[in-house]
């Protein structure tokens, strides 16, 4: 069973940044898929991005583009997300998840869906706070 261990969340004051990674159990490349999603108190798990490994094609919801960005390190088996310029409403615990392999045609939809992914991380939480 493959293994996901979210770190590096913390408090940070309003307009800050945070990095969070995520690191695999064996070969980050032996996922089709990682993603970031988050649930806030109350909310359901949504979705902030993701990376397909094939093509190392990265995907971001609406409502994450311009603050967050991901990246990879294969060499160190980690997926990062920055988070920068970050606001109360961001605080929420942020969950990394796999897909273990493409199912046939993959869309964008897919790779921004909770239901793809078949492999999660016990969370990290983040709280933005001053």
């Known amino acids: 069973q493959a293994q996901l261990v979210e770190s590096g969340g913390g408090l940070v004051q309003p307009g800050g940044s945070l990095s969070l990674v995520c690191e695999a159990s064996?070969?980050?490349?032996?996922?089709?898929?990682i993603a970031w999603f988050r649930q806030a108190p109350g909310k359901q798990r949504e979705a902030v991005s993701s990376i397909a490994n094939n093509d190392g094609s990265i995907y971001y919801a609406d409502s994450m583009k311009g603050r967050f960005t991901l990246s990879r390190d294969n060499a160190k088996n980690t997926v990062t997300l920055h988070m920068a310029g970050l606001k109360p409403e961001d605080t929420a615990v942020y969950y990394c998840?796999?897909?273990?392999?493409?199912?046939?045609?993959?869309?964008?939809?897919?790779?921004?869906?909770?239901?793809?992914?078949?492999?999660w991380g016990q969370g990290t939480q983040v709280t933005v706070s001053s």
């Open positions: 064996g070969s980050i490349l032996d996922f089709y898929a």
């Open positions: 998840a796999a897909r273990s392999a493409a199912p046939g045609i993959v869309t964008v939809q897919d790779m921004l869906s909770r239901q793809f992914f078949n492999h």
